[in-house]
């Protein structure tokens, strides 16, 4: 009784009288559909023969071009990185014309140098038989554009023979962070050469302004994964010692001055530090004469003093008056300065222990508590040197005990503040530890320490979960010392990666992760993104799934697989997608039928899902999958067609027509029922 009504159901839904001719239009529809499909093919084959071989031609082109115009980078943009000559090279070499016979060691660069030569690569030319260099090189200097390098190339063939070779690179344009000198090949005429130095000669900027170093050879600055952060840390490094030097030539003694000096002729090229030398220069020499006079000024008080014990000699009662102030002249201050003047040099020596009690035996006489501190702050310099951490901290202690207020007082008071800041950080006292750690960090001039304080402000904000703060933090250090905080660079950029991932950031996050990936011993981060797809590809977001997957799968194979069977898969379905409607008539009253297509992820696998419940008993909403008990599956760009064996054994099969209109056919024992359908 109930396949009869069934049967009576479904006959009502159809429309029987055009049955036959509805037929007969899905057939020749059909064979329509394949006539295009097979014309559409044969025109897609025919354009990619053309684009291809219009390809081939523009690269042999490209390649001839660059072989006859050896300094076209200079011609491009800072951006585009020379990539002409990169196709160029790399036809060349499928060519297999050139063979690379040695790479140079990463990263050459020497202090202070606004050129960062990441790349040298010298190869063979084996049809003219000569070899050649390329140099690849970065502007590191964000605060000016690179107009012309000169260079000098020395090619040592290990058994005396030194090829010299003037390079320059002119009209540049090169803006901060672009890199260029691919397209330029260096040859290289000493053919046994197998060590290459370089010397930086001149940098002229586009503003006429001119960068040089004396004996400015290039060594390795080891590998990197991020230029840029090394760019940002070098110029953190000039801006520190441009304020110390510049807060030192702007005191009053020579020492300070002097000291001042030599920290900025270390950065002479930066902002105004030639000005400041020049005026420190002479600010110099009038302190050192006013040190001067005030001690001729000093020593001739002391021989009026001799001449006045001389004169007076021959007076009894004010040779008894003169001998009492001679005696308190020669031990308040004659004894004194002799051994204020021999400490100095034990200073000066480095003879730091002798400095220490010699300083102490004077009792704060003129200046030797400030330099009783700089004896016991260099010892503790020592004593890390050493290795001894406890005898650092306790000659440090003394050195800030011993003139607070003098510059080796705060500076070794800046080492006592990293000591408290660690002691707190035990104690799980963090933001006395963060307050302690800044304090260091700002106070402190030497490297090492600026280095640790800051890696110690960072490891506080990824214990507070801040792992933005402590990624930015610890990007400087290791920029600066990539052996000694390799592993909370790798630490606090993968929990800051996953952080980002995980609140949806994929694109940010995986471009952190791709810097510590390397480094970093944590689980996969790739895998995380890749189940987040497939998570959204069974929700049916499939877009925003493909979105994800795009992003990782560059560098990760299985999110690279199911992309691409995805993005198929999705073209293939594409104008299936959406909700079709039909309008009929059932017992004298008229009905609305709909059936909806979307797509989805099903175990795996890229499918289309079908709600059609306009029929109670028959109705079905199913994902399309040989997993999900579905046989003779059919899904093709115009035609679909299954098997329901769970669902009465019911056939579907449905049909594209023209003008977004649809042919469904239902299978049901041994009767066909077509109905069409117009997308909504």
Same mark, same amino acid.
């Given at each position: 009784?109930?396949?009869?009504?069934?049967?009576?159901?479904?006959?009502?839904?159809?429309?029987?009288?055009?049955?036959?001719?509805?037929?007969?239009?899905?057939?020749? &529809?059909?064979?329509?559909?394949?006539?295009?499909?097979?014309?559409?093919?044969?025109?897609?084959?025919?354009?990619?023969?053309?684009? @291809?071989?219009? @390809?081939? &031609?523009?690269?042999?082109?490209?390649?001839?071009?660059?072989?006859?115009?050896?300094?076209?980078?200079?011609?491009?943009? #800072? =951006? !585009?990185?020379?990539?002409?000559?990169?196709?160029?090279?790399?036809?060349?070499?499928?060519?297999?014309?050139?063979?690379?016979?040695?790479?140079?060691?990463?990263?050459?660069?020497?202090?202070?140098?606004?050129?960062?030569?990441?790349?040298?690569?010298?190869?063979?030319?084996?049809?003219?038989?000569?070899?050649?260099?390329?140099?690849?090189?970065?502007?590191?200097?964000? %605060?000016?554009?690179?107009?012309?390098?000169?260079?000098?190339?020395?090619?040592?063939?290990?058994?005396?023979?030194?090829?010299?070779?003037?390079?320059?690179?002119?009209?540049?344009?090169?803006?901060?962070?672009?890199?260029? /000198?691919? *397209?330029?090949?260096?040859?290289?005429?000493?053919?046994?050469?197998?060590?290459?130095?370089?010397?930086?000669?001149?940098?002229?900027?586009?503003?006429?302004?001119? +960068?040089?170093?004396?004996?400015?050879?290039?060594?390795?600055?080891?590998?990197?994964?991020?230029?840029?952060?090394?760019?940002?840390?070098?110029?953190?490094?000039? @801006?520190?010692?441009?304020?110390?030097?510049?807060?030192?030539?702007?005191?009053?003694?020579?020492?300070?001055?002097?000291?001042?000096?030599?920290?900025?002729?270390?950065?002479? +090229?930066?902002?105004?530090?030639?000005?400041?030398?020049?005026?420190?220069?002479?600010?110099?020499?009038?302190?050192?004469?006013?040190?001067?006079? =005030?001690?001729?000024?000093?020593?001739?008080?002391?021989?009026?003093?001799?001449?006045?014990?001389? !004169?007076?000699?021959?007076?009894?009662?004010?040779?008894?008056?003169?001998?009492?102030? #001679?005696?308190? *002249?020669?031990?308040?201050?004659?004894?004194?300065?002799?051994?204020?003047?021999?400490? %100095?040099?034990?200073?000066?020596?480095?003879?730091?222990?002798?400095?220490?009690?010699?300083?102490?035996?004077?009792?704060?006489?003129?200046?030797?508590? /400030?330099?009783?501190?700089?004896?016991?702050?260099?010892?503790?310099?020592? *004593?890390?040197?050493?290795?001894?951490?406890?005898?650092?901290?306790?000659?440090?202690?003394?050195?800030?005990?011993?003139?607070?207020?003098?510059?080796?007082?705060?500076?070794?008071?800046?080492?006592?503040?990293?000591?408290?800041?660690?002691?707190?950080?035990?104690?799980?006292?963090?933001?006395?530890?963060?307050?302690?750690?800044?304090?260091?960090?700002?106070?402190?001039?030497?490297?090492?320490?600026?280095?640790? *304080?800051?890696?110690?402000?960072?490891?506080?904000?990824?214990?507070?979960?801040?792992?933005?703060?402590? +990624?930015?933090?610890?990007?400087?250090?290791?920029? =600066?010392?990539?052996?000694?905080?390799?592993?909370?660079?790798?630490?606090?950029?993968? #929990?800051?990666?996953?952080?980002?991932?995980?609140?949806?950031?994929?694109?940010?996050?995986?471009?952190?992760?791709?810097?510590? @990936?390397?480094?970093?011993?944590?689980?996969?981060?790739?895998?995380?993104?890749?189940?987040?797809?497939?998570?959204?590809?069974?929700?049916?977001?499939?877009?925003?799934?493909?979105?994800?997957?795009?992003?990782?799968?560059?560098?990760?194979?299985?999110?690279?697989?199911?992309?691409?069977?995805?993005?198929?898969?999705?073209?293939?379905?594409?104008?299936?997608?959406?909700? +079709?409607?039909?309008?009929?008539?059932?017992?004298?009253?008229?009905?609305?039928?709909?059936?909806?297509?979307? %797509?989805?992820?099903?175990?795996?696998?890229?499918?289309?899902?079908?709600?059609?419940?306009?029929?109670?008993?028959?109705?079905?909403?199913?994902?399309?999958?040989?997993?999900?008990?579905?046989?003779?599956?059919?899904?093709? !760009?115009?035609?679909?067609?299954?098997?329901? !064996?769970?669902?009465?054994?019911?056939?579907?099969?449905?049909?594209?027509?023209?003008?977004?209109?649809?042919?469904?056919?239902?299978?049901?024992?041994?009767?066909?029922?077509?109905?069409?359908?117009?997308?909504?």
């Amino acid at each position: 009784m109930e396949e009869k009504n069934n049967k009576e159901k479904i006959a009502e839904e159809s429309v029987q009288s055009n049955e036959n001719t509805v037929a007969e239009e899905a057939n020749n &529809k059909e064979l329509e559909i394949k006539k295009e499909e097979t014309t559409v093919e044969q025109e897609s084959a025919e354009a990619e023969k053309i684009v @291809e071989t219009a @390809e081939q &031609k523009e690269a042999a082109e490209s390649t001839k071009e660059l072989a006859t115009q050896e300094d076209s980078e200079q011609k491009q943009t #800072a =951006k !585009k990185k020379d990539s002409k000559s990169e196709e160029s090279e790399q036809e060349e070499k499928e060519n297999g014309r050139y063979k690379v016979i040695a790479k140079l060691e990463p990263n050459l660069w020497t202090y202070g140098s606004p050129v960062l030569f990441e790349k040298g690569t010298l190869e063979r030319d084996q049809v003219s038989n000569i070899n050649r260099l390329s140099l690849i090189f970065t502007n590191i200097y964000e %605060e000016k554009e690179i107009r012309d390098l000169y260079i000098t190339i020395y090619a040592d063939d290990g058994e005396g023979n030194v090829e010299q070779i003037n390079h320059s690179y002119l009209a540049m344009g090169q803006e901060y962070l672009a890199s260029k /000198g691919k *397209a330029a090949k260096i040859t290289i005429k000493n053919e046994n050469a197998v060590k290459f130095i370089i010397k930086i000669d001149k940098v002229v900027f586009v503003d006429g302004s001119v +960068w040089t170093k004396k004996d400015a050879v290039l060594e390795s600055a080891g590998e990197m994964e991020d230029v840029e952060v090394f760019a940002q840390a070098k110029t953190k490094d000039y @801006e520190d010692n441009y304020i110390s030097g510049m807060e030192e030539v702007q005191k009053d003694d020579s020492a300070s001055i002097g000291n001042g000096i030599e920290i900025l002729k270390r950065i002479a +090229w930066y902002k105004n530090s030639k000005e400041l030398i020049k005026t420190a220069h002479k600010k110099y020499d009038i302190a050192v004469k006013n040190e001067e006079r =005030k001690q001729a000024s000093e020593n001739r008080r002391a021989n009026r003093q001799k001449d006045v014990k001389k !004169k007076y000699m021959t007076v009894l009662t004010a040779v008894g008056v003169i001998i009492v102030i #001679a005696a308190i *002249a020669t031990v308040t201050f004659f004894i004194p300065n002799k051994k204020y003047k021999s400490a %100095e040099k034990l200073i000066k020596n480095q003879k730091y222990t002798q400095a220490v009690t010699a300083f102490k035996d004077l009792g704060g006489f003129r200046k030797s508590k /400030g330099f009783l501190a700089e004896a016991y702050y260099n010892l503790g310099l020592q *004593a890390l040197n050493d290795n001894d951490e406890n005898k650092a901290s306790d000659y440090f202690t003394k050195s800030h005990d011993a003139d607070k207020s003098s510059e080796y007082g705060k500076q070794a008071g800046a080492f006592l503040d990293y000591y408290a800041a660690t002691d707190a950080l035990d104690k799980k006292d963090y933001d006395k530890a963060q307050q302690l750690f800044t304090s260091s960090a700002q106070a402190a001039s030497d490297f090492n320490l600026i280095n640790k *304080a800051s890696a110690g402000m960072a490891q506080v904000s990824y214990i507070k979960a801040d792992y933005s703060t402590a +990624w930015q933090t610890i990007k400087n250090v290791y920029a =600066k010392d990539n052996k000694t905080f390799q592993a909370q660079y790798a630490e606090y950029g993968y #929990a800051y990666a996953k952080q980002l991932i995980d609140k949806g950031s994929i694109k940010e996050g995986m471009e952190v992760y791709s810097k510590v @990936e390397k480094l970093s011993k944590s689980a996969n981060l790739s895998e995380s993104v890749y189940n987040q797809a497939v998570k959204l590809g069974e929700a049916g977001k499939i877009q925003e799934s493909l979105n994800l997957l795009n992003q990782i799968k560059g560098n990760y194979a299985k999110a690279k697989t199911l992309y691409d069977s995805m993005n198929s898969f999705h073209k293939k379905v594409s104008l299936w997608l959406g909700t +079709w409607k039909h309008r009929g008539t059932v017992n004298g009253e008229k009905t609305t039928y709909y059936i909806t297509f979307s %797509e989805v992820l099903y175990k795996g696998e890229p499918c289309i899902k079908i709600k059609d419940m306009n029929n109670k008993s028959l109705g079905y909403d199913v994902e399309i999958s040989s997993k999900n008990h579905i046989t003779q599956i059919e899904v093709g !760009k115009y035609m679909i067609h299954f098997k329901l !064996k769970n669902n009465h054994n019911q056939k579907l099969t449905y049909t594209l027509l023209e003008g977004k209109k649809m042919l469904r056919e239902l299978k049901y024992e041994g009767v066909t029922y077509k109905t069409k359908y117009k997308k909504k």
